[in-house]
């Protein structure tokens, strides 16, 4: 290369030998590019002809059309897109299409996506888009429905896009009035429970709407040939629904029937039809269109009524309606049989024609609370018939309100409750009276005194015999044999009838008092019985009147009238029987509790006085062990003389005797009170008795000083008695009077005899007896107060087994006494019997002889019985071996074979009987004499012991003389 | 309203890969590291610029914007035109010596690898056909004439151009930096029109959706922080320029003494359908310009051009050729911050 400046013209050179390169190439290309030309030109030709074809096309259609360049500028509007845009082409053209075709959502405001822009960017055609408003030019906003699409050239580049949109605002109103249409269409249908339904008779298909498939119950759009439709019905009524559809389609007219359809499910119901067929233009039945309804709420309703309105007119109740005014407006059969009067009478007059003067203000009061809608629910009252008859109703009013909820009347419902309401009373009444049946027996049977259970069963039984006033008269025979104790009142103050004094035994009263029987009267004044005593000939003056009478008596168990029940009442005709019955069970109950009342009062005094006995009884049993104690002490004292030995042994042996008393009086007493004392009876001279009597008393009546006189018959009293017994009795009578007169008294014992009897009298100058207390002298336990206040002590059984043994002897006793102080007389009465053949020999005393020696076992637990026994034995020269208990006796028995065994009944371990027992058994080659010595001597304890195997029995405290004269007299 | 803002495509290269190319030949395999390594850097560095669409740097051609798709072809010399620039420079272009015309390699092997870096748009340049035309050596080759080089010419720029669209360029500029030179080499215009007009010829056999994609890009020629026609009135190429049957203009303007005058005649010649990116940042200074002081360039632009024609651009690459040490890839990337940032704030005071 050269120079820079050649270098520069070599580039210059080459530069512009390459401007002919590319000039000629240039022309070249203008050449093709000519004849591209023309051919171009012959295709705008072409082009423009179609296009004038595609735009008298566009701007015939209606949709509006913009396309744009690949630049989404704005290349053509048709006339509709220039009158939705508000631009003109002109205007348009070479816009940016956003500035020309504005769009946004319809819901949100917000701009929305331009389709071309998408379709240009994509290179594929957008869909129309929902929601969308085009924003025109003046701002207005039209909703439109708008798809865009590429434009393409022939080598498939995209060279624009073409964006088709229309107005869909007639649309929708359209759409909206459809829907709105179709949609009241339907709530008609649906209101009215309306359904269609369709027959075309070219393909004798039936198709339903939504709610004519619903009432035949089937799916939506169910479709079936008319034969199957009119096979869902009942079979008698399809019958019926296929000839009315062929006469109305032989007549043109259209058919209103009724029918039931069997749905699938197998439920019926009743649809209303009608139906109108639809005719091409010459008369040819091309269809039908069907309406029906499921009326089978009405029909049910129907049939409601329809029994509803033979319920009220088979009704007995009356039912009636009447309006708010109170005008009566229907009237059934039932309110004509109650009321009396007809419907035609009744109906139109005011309902107060059927109410009591006294009561016609009910009626406003039943409509005022009408009027606020409520119900009155039975209420009772009374009500008047056509007749005037007044009865008792029971109402039940109700308020009938129209469609629109307004109160336009009331039904009433009235029943007669007249028995209803006498049977209520009745059924009040009898549970007054058992209630107070109830009260009155509890009363009764919680009360053990007198005068109060007197007072409860009189109040009882005039509440229930309905009594003015009432009276329980204590029956108290006096003097007279006629008094009645007036004890409780009812109905009436005392003060009112004390100054009548008590009722006499008059004829209206006397079969009262004997219990003659109940007295009842429904005028008593009628009676003619009534008014023939004096002074009063009936009531006296200022009695409070009596008419109707009700008397009952009030009997004992035992058949004694314990006293009456008197009632009276002003009226007449006021008692019944069933009062009467009601009384006369009163008075039962009340006898029963009165005996059951003194039973009480007798056992209560029978144990006061069996505690003061048993009080008496361990005082008097406690006499005699101090002095036995101390005679014991002094026994035992080593510097006791021989007198005080003596002496404290006369002590001990005379107290134990006055203990051994006690006790025979006490076994004696329980023998008469059980029936079990036996007279031993015998030949026996009434001096000799009288003698052992005296000189049992003796000691005592010499103690006190007495001065005793003995008054006997002069001749022999010889006759049958227990001389013995005989002799207690009077040596108990000399005793009270010795021990309950003074000293120095006087006693005097009197006998005498006859033929029938032998009287003996002891009278004292004693303390006497109180009148009243006379009869109760001879009772157990019973002693005079002042007697007991003395300081001679005793049981006070003595008089009860005097009394017993008397009676035994089938004799009585009998107590005098001018009174306190006054000195007594108890004179003793005995029948003379027969004479016995041969006197029972006396028991003989003690022969202290000597005796064989006898080998004895004494067996006893109380170890000071069985020594000092033992002692006395040995002393008496035998053999004497002593055991504390049953098992030791059998083991002494086995050893020492005794020939006497003193057996105690009462022993630990063994008793004595089961040691006599096993002594029996076991003894095979000798038999002792087995003795039972106990503090058991009633006859029944004999008995045992002898079946024990004893041979005797000895009642404790044994007498030492009977056991020794025993073993004198052997085993024998 | 956004006014657009895009890269005009070089960046210095890497040292390492500046300093290797120098020991050895650029198509080294060796260098292939190097190659990555300033690829992946310069994405990196230019999405934190803030810009919206960035290039790949132009780190692999080799060797300069110019002959990278004929370096090393076989029936070329390295003696074809010399190109001198004002700094007393020259860069040497090489010479075509056989036919037929073919180009060694397309762009589209250097968007592929930038595409598979970034999300971002790739811009991706190519040069110009009136560029390479004068590869054509004056005095004729036998057995291939001048009409035959110009259809293959042709031919090949616009598979290069078709192939970096259809792989996803976001634009495709056409450097026509030759176009001041034209007018240097030919006052009388009739060379540059020459130009306008080959380069029409292969924009005619585009498809006009792959021209709306398409930009051209002239200035005077900065290399070495020089130019090689400067010295030419704008206002004997923008006429011509604007004749171009592309959209988009990238035009240097930020080191024109006069901005004013220069953007009168781009009003006055710019077509309702163009769009000219000003260049508001002059590589070959070294200073950093601050964004405000490319707010008030666009500002000024913005009286001028209409708001919707207008965009911003770099007056030039950055290191058109591959040893191009001049700017630092620091202050590039600055500068280009900076464009991007001061660009923003036009827009949002004429947005409003």
């Keep these: ?972 | 309203m956004d006014i657009p803002t895009e890269p005009i495509g070089s960046l210095p290269r890497t040292p390492k890969l500046i300093e290797a190319v120098k020991r050895g030949d650029g198509f080294d395999p060796s260098l292939e590291p190097l190659y990555q390594d300033a690829v992946r850097d310069t994405i990196r560095q230019f999405e934190a610029t803030g810009s919206p669409l960035i290039t790949d740097g132009e780190q692999r051609k080799f060797h300069n914007f110019w002959t990278y798709s004929v370096q090393g072809l076989p029936n070329t010399a390295a003696n074809g035109f010399a190109i001198p620039f004002a700094a007393g420079h020259v860069r040497r272009m090489p010479r075509l010596t056989a036919g037929p015309f073919r180009y060694a390699r397309y762009a589209d092997r250097y968007l592929e690898e930038a595409l598979s870096l970034t999300r971002l748009p790739i811009k991706q340049a190519v040069i110009s056909p009136s560029a390479l035309s004068l590869l054509y050596p004056p005095e004729g080759i036998a057995g291939y004439d001048r009409n035959a080089f110009i259809e293959d010419l042709v031919s090949e720029h616009v598979t290069e151009v078709r192939s970096c669209l259809r792989k996803g360029a976001a634009k495709v500029q056409v450097d026509f930096t030759e176009a001041r030179l034209a007018v240097k080499i030919d006052p009388s215009g009739e060379l540059l029109s020459r130009f306008v007009d080959l380069n029409n010829l292969a924009l005619a056999r585009l498809t006009a959706g792959e021209r709306l994609r398409i930009g051209v890009h002239t200035c005077p020629g900065g290399d070495r922080d020089s130019t090689h026609s400067a010295d030419v009135d704008y206002a004997a190429l923008l006429p011509s320029l604007f004749h171009l049957h592309v959209t988009d203009f990238y035009v240097s303007l930020a080191g024109e003494a006069d901005r004013v005058r220069v953007l009168e005649i781009i009003r006055r010649h710019l077509k309702r359908n163009q769009r000219v990116f000003v260049g508001v940042i002059a590589p070959i200074d070294p200073r950093i310009e601050t964004a405000e002081e490319v707010r008030d360039r666009v500002l000024e632009a913005a009286r001028i051009i209409p708001i919707d024609q207008l965009g911003t651009t770099d007056d030039c690459g950055f290191a058109p050729f591959c040893d191009d040490e001049s700017t630092t890839r620091e202050t590039a990337f600055a500068k280009i911050r900076a464009r991007v940032e001061g660009t923003a704030l036009a827009s949002r005071l004429l947005g409003g």
């Design chain 1, 1 to 972: 290369m050269g120079s820079d400046e050649t270098e520069a013209e070599r580039l210059r050179a080459a530069a512009l030998a390459n401007a002919e390169s590319i000039l000629i190439a240039r022309r070249r290309a203008e050449a093709e590019l000519l004849a591209a030309k023309d051919a171009l030109e012959r295709q705008t030709l072409e082009l423009e002809e179609q296009r004038e074809w595609f735009a008298v096309t566009l701007s015939s259609i209606g949709d509006a059309v913009i396309t744009t360049d690949i630049q989404a500028k704005v290349t053509y509007l048709n006339p509709v897109a220039e009158a939705m845009t508000g631009w003109s082409l002109a205007e348009a053209r070479g816009h940016a299409l956003e500035d020309v075709f504005r769009i946004i959502n319809e819901l949100t405001g917000e701009p929305a996506a331009n389709p071309v822009r998408v379709a240009l960017a994509e290179g594929r055609t957008v869909e129309l888009a929902n929601h969308t408003a085009l924003v025109r030019r003046d701002g207005t906003t039209i909703a439109i429905e708008d798809s865009a699409a590429p434009i393409r050239r022939i080598d498939g580049e995209i060279s624009g896009a073409v964006m088709v949109f229309h107005d869909v605002t007639l649309r929708r109103r359209a759409e909206e009035a459809r829907r709105e249409a179709s949609g009241r269409l339907q709530l008609a249908l649906a209101a009215g429970s309306l359904g269609d339904w369709r027959w075309e008779a070219s393909s004798d298909l039936v198709t339903f709407g939504d709610g004519g498939a619903e009432i035949f119950g089937l799916p939506p759009n169910s479709q079936m040939t008319w034969t199957e439709m009119k096979a869902r019905l009942l079979p008698e009524d399809g019958e019926q629904a296929g000839a009315a559809v062929e006469r109305a389609l032989a007549e043109h007219s259209d058919y209103s029937i009724e029918y039931r359809v069997r749905r699938p499910s197998g439920e019926r119901c009743w649809v209303a039809a009608r139906g109108r067929g639809i005719y091409s233009e010459s008369g040819a039945v091309l269809g039908m269109l069907g309406l029906v309804q499921d009326i089978t709420a009405r029909r049910q309703i129907e049939e409601v009524r329809s029994h509803l309105a033979a319920v009220v007119e088979g009704s007995d109740d009356a039912i009636l309606t009447k309006t708010l005014d109170g005008i009566i407006a229907t009237w059934n059969r039932g309110a004509e049989r109650l009321f009396g009067y007809s419907a035609a009478e009744v109906t139109g007059k005011p309902v107060t024609i059927l109410i009591p003067h006294d009561r016609v203000h009910e009626e406003e009061t039943i409509l005022q609370r009408l009027r606020r809608g409520e119900r009155v629910d039975h209420y009772e009252t009374v009500r008047v018939r056509k007749d005037g008859t007044r009865f008792d109703v029971s109402l039940t009013v109700s308020p009938i309100r129209n469609l629109d909820g307004v109160i336009v009347g009331a039904s009433k419902i009235a029943r007669d409750i007249s028995l209803q309401k006498r049977a209520d009373a009745a059924l009040r009444e009898e549970t007054r009276i058992l209630e107070l049946l109830n009260s009155t027996g509890l009363a009764i049977a919680s009360k053990l005194d007198t005068p109060s259970l007197v007072q409860t069963v009189t109040d009882a039984a005039t509440q229930l015999s309905g009594a003015k006033f009432g009276a329980f008269f204590y029956n108290v025979t006096d003097a007279q044999g006629e008094s009645l104790f007036l004890y409780a009142l009812s109905g009436a103050p005392r003060e009112a009838f004390e100054k009548f004094g008590l009722p006499r035994n008059t004829a209206i009263f006397d079969p009262t008092f004997r219990g003659a029987g109940v007295v009842r009267s429904a005028d008593i004044t009628q009676d003619p019985r009534y008014g023939k005593n004096s002074p009063h000939r009936g009531m006296p003056d200022g009695h409070f009147p009596v008419r109707s009478y009700l008397a009952v008596p009030v009997m004992s168990r035992s058949g004694a009238v314990i006293g009456g029940l008197f009632f009276g009442h002003p009226e007449v005709n006021v008692f019944t029987e069933r009062a009467q019955r009601l009384v006369e069970g009163v008075a039962a109950q009340a006898a029963v509790a009165m005996d059951n009342a003194r039973l009480f009062e007798a056992l209560h005094d029978t144990d006061r006085r069996k505690d003061e006995f048993l009080a008496t009884l361990a005082h008097e049993l406690r006499n005699p062990l101090a002095p036995i104690r101390q005679a014991a002490i002094i026994s035992r004292a080593p510097n006791a003389t021989e007198a005080q030995k003596r002496w404290s042994h006369d002590v001990i042996n005379r107290q134990v005797h006055n203990m051994a008393l006690l006790l025979d009086d006490l076994l004696d007493i329980s023998r008469v009170s059980s029936g079990t004392l036996e007279l031993r009876t015998e030949n026996t001279q009434l001096a000799t008795i009288v003698e052992a009597a005296v000189e049992t008393a003796r000691p005592l009546i010499d103690a006190k000083r007495h001065a005793l006189v003995i008054e006997l018959p002069d001749e022999p009293v010889l006759f049958s008695t227990d001389p013995l017994r005989l002799s207690q009795v009077l040596s108990n009578l000399l005793t009270n009077a010795a021990k309950y007169t003074d000293p120095e008294g006087r006693i005097r014992l009197h006998a005498s005899s006859d033929d029938r009897f032998v009287t003996i009298a002891v009278a004292d100058s004693g303390i006497g007896i109180p009148g009243d207390a006379l009869e109760r002298v001879f009772q157990m336990f019973s002693q005079v107060k002042s007697a007991q206040d003395r300081s001679e002590g005793g049981l006070g059984i003595g008089l009860a087994l005097t009394k017993g043994i008397v009676a035994l002897h089938g004799g009585t006793i009998e107590a005098r006494s001018a009174g306190p102080g006054r000195g007594s007389e108890f004179i003793v009465r005995l029948p003379r019997r027969a004479l016995r053949a041969a006197p029972v020999p006396a028991p003989t005393t003690s022969d202290r002889t000597k005796a064989a020696r006898r080998r004895v076992l004494i067996a006893d637990d109380n170890r000071d019985a069985a020594e000092t026994l033992a002692i006395l034995l040995r002393m008496e020269g035998h053999d004497v071996t002593v055991a504390h208990d049953g098992q030791e006796a059998l083991a002494v028995y086995q050893t020492i074979h005794p020939d006497f065994v003193l057996l105690d009944i009462g022993m630990p371990e063994l008793n004595g009987y089961e040691v006599a027992q096993r002594m029996r058994q076991s003894a095979t080659h000798f038999r002792p004499v087995l003795i039972a010595v106990t503090g058991w001597g009633q006859d029944s304890d004999k008995a045992r012991a002898l079946a024990a195997g004893f041979d005797h029995h000895f009642t404790k405290p044994v007498e030492p003389d009977a056991v020794a004269a025993l073993l004198r007299a052997g085993v024998d």
